[in-house]
């Protein structure tokens, strides 16, 4: 799928440390079971760089394991090499600015007055979006396209 940049300071802290370093394989195939994405994929971890490989059962499911791995504290880079069963359209990815909400968002990518499709912003981003009022920059999120 490509290479994908995040925030390294920003995101889940899932390691007991406050240095902003990517967790353990282990850990984040943890954080992964988690969020109720499959584990069963190989990760591996240089310095601040994630690579994972496995399958994945669709696009969306390939873009949630990559935003979970790329959302935690440490991890700069996720580079995806996961083999997807079912093609679907594939997702914007965005990173949350300060003073951004969801309506924000929403009316960005879909159009003014689309504000109240933050909804399927949120539907496709849980987790990490478990309270749609809070949402802090430097996240990724997946901006799913609308369907027809």
Request: charged share 25%.
């Amino acid at each position: 799928m490509g290479l994908f940049s995040f925030i390294k300071e920003a995101g889940a802290k899932i390691f007991g440390s406050s240095e902003a370093k990517a967790a353990s394989a282990d850990d984040l195939k943890k954080e992964l079971a988690g969020h109720g994405l499959p584990s069963d994929i190989n990760v591996q971890i240089d310095g601040d760089k994630v690579k994972v490989s496995g399958k994945a059962v669709s696009t969306e499911e390939a873009e949630k394991i990559i935003l979970a791995l790329g959302n935690t504290t440490g991890v700069a880079q996720v580079e995806s090499e996961l083999a997807v069963t079912k093609e679907t359209p594939a997702a914007v990815f965005y990173t949350v600015k300060k003073g951004d909400t969801l309506w924000k968002i929403a009316e960005t990518h879909y159009g003014k007055g689309q504000g109240a499709k933050y909804t399927e912003i949120v539907k496709a981003n849980t987790p990490p979006v478990k309270n749609p009022d809070l949402i802090l920059p430097g996240w990724v999120l997946r901006i799913p396209p609308l369907a027809a």
